[in-house]
C-alpha cells in the first residue's frame, strides 16, 4: 500500500475516532503524524516537529488570554450590558443584539463556542421573557459566532490565512471575513422573517430589558469578587442568574451598585483600548497578532492582577492541541505526496467546478459530526495544489469551504448547537427543540454548501 493511500486511511480513521469517542483530534493527529513519519516514511522526530505551528500555537494562547482577562473583569459584561441598553424598549432589535455581540467576541480572539456559551443563556432567557421564539434567538447567536469568526485577529481567521500564507496562492483575509459575515448575516435576516421576528416590530418591553441586563451584570460580577464561577459550560453567566453558594452579602451588594452605574472601572477601559490596540497595530501595522495580543494580556494582568486569576486555565488547550495536531500531522501528509495526490485525483476529474462542491460538501458534512478547526486544517491544504493551477479562483473556493465547514455548527451535535439546545427555556419542551434544531442544521447541511458554490465560486469561473 503506498504512503498517500495509507495516510487517507489514517485520516479518516482519526476523524472516526474522535466523532465516535471523546479523544482530542489533536492527540490523534500526533501519534498519526509520529507514527506515519517515523515508520512509514523514515523521518527523524525533528523533522516531524518541524511542521509544528509555532506561530499559530502564540496566536491562539495570545487572543484566548486576553479574552479570558476581558471576560474576568467584567468587559464582556459591560459591552453587552451597553448594547443591550441600545434596544430601549424594542423588542425586534434584541435578536439582533445578540448576534452583534457574539460577532464582535469572536472578531477580536473568542473562540466561537465560548462567545455561544457567553451570550446564549442571555439571548434565550431574554427569549423566554418576552415570547421570542427561541430556535431564532438560539441560532441568531451562533450565526453571529461564525459571522465574526473570520476576522484576521480570530481564531479560524488566523488559522486559514496562516495555511493560505505557506503557499502561493492568492491572499485575502478581509475577503474571506466579508464573506462569512454577510452570509450569516444573509441567514440571520431569512431567519428573522420567517420565524416571527416582524411581530415583534410592534412589541415593546419597556426597561425590562435594561433591567434584566442590570440584574444579570450584578450577579455576574458578584461572583466573580467572591471568587465563584456560575453555571455556563465554563463562563461567568448562569442561565438562571443566580449564584452558587458561597456568594456573600456584601460582595453582591456592592457589584449591584457598581452594575447598575454608567462608568466604567479603569481596567475595563485599558481592556476596551486594549482590543482597539489590537485590530489597529495587528491589523493596520501587519505585527504578528500572537506576539501584539499576548503582550496587551500581559498589561492588563499589571493593571489588574486580580482580573488575571484563572485566565490561563480558561485558554483553550483542547483547542490550541487539536489545530497544532492536526497541522504537524498535514505538514508530514505533504512530505507523504498525500496533497499532491489528492490534488492530482482532484484535477483528473476535469471539472473543477464539481471539485470545488464536492470539497464544500465534505466539509459541511464532516464538519456537522467533528470538529470545524480540524476539519479546515485538513482540507485547505488538500486543496493548495488544485487551486494552483489557476483553472478557479483560490479565494472564491477557500471562502466557500470556510463558510460551508462552519455554518453547520448550528447542529446539536456540535458543541454551539449543543449549547444553544442545552440553554432552553424551562417552558420549551427539550425533545421538540431538539428536534427543530436538527430539521434546521439539516436544512444547513443540504442548502449551505450550495448556496455558498453558488455565490463565491460561480462567479469567479464565470
Known sequence: MSAPVLSIIILAVMFLLATVLPLNMGALAFVGAFLLGSVVLGMSTSDILANFPGGLFLTIVGVTYLFAIAQNNGTIDLLVRGAVRLVGSKVALIPWVMFAITAVITAVGALSPAAVAIIAPIALSFAAKHKINPLMM????????????????????????????????????????????IFNLAIAVVLFIVLG?????????????????????????????????LRGSGSDISPSGVARKGTSGSASAAAAADASGARATVPQLVTIAGLIALAVISLGFKVDVGFVSITIAMILALVSPAAQKGAINKISWSTVLLICGMLTFVGVLEEAGTIKFVSDGVAHLGMPLLAALLICYIGAIVSAFASSTAILAALIPLAVPFLSTGEIGAVGVIAALAVAATIVDVSPF???????????????????????????????????????WLVMVLPGWM
Open 414 to 452: 456540535s458543541t454551539n448547537g449543543a449549547l444553544v439546545l442545552a440553554n432552553a427555556p424551562e417552558d420549551v419542551d427539550k425533545d421538540k427543540f431538539y428536534k427543530q434544531i436538527l430539521a434546521y442544521s439539516g436544512i444547513v447541511v443540504v442548502a449551505g454548501p450550495a448556496i455558498a
Open 197 to 229: 421576528g416582524s411581530k415583534l416590530l410592534f412589541t415593546k418591553t419597556g426597561r425590562l430589558v435594561e433591567q434584566a441586563a442590570e440584574s444579570r451584570m450584578a450577579v455576574s460580577v458578584g461572583a466573580r469578587a467572591a471568587g465563584v464561577t
Open 138 to 181: 438560539g441560532m441568531m447567536v451562533i450565526h453571529g459566532a461564525q459571522a465574526g469568526g473570520f476576522s484576521p485577529i480570530a481564531v479560524y481567521g488566523v488559522t486559514v490565512n496562516g495555511i493560505i500564507a505557506k503557499t502561493d496562492l492568492e491572499a485575502s483575509p478581509m475577503a474571506i471575513f466579508l464573506a462569512s459575515f
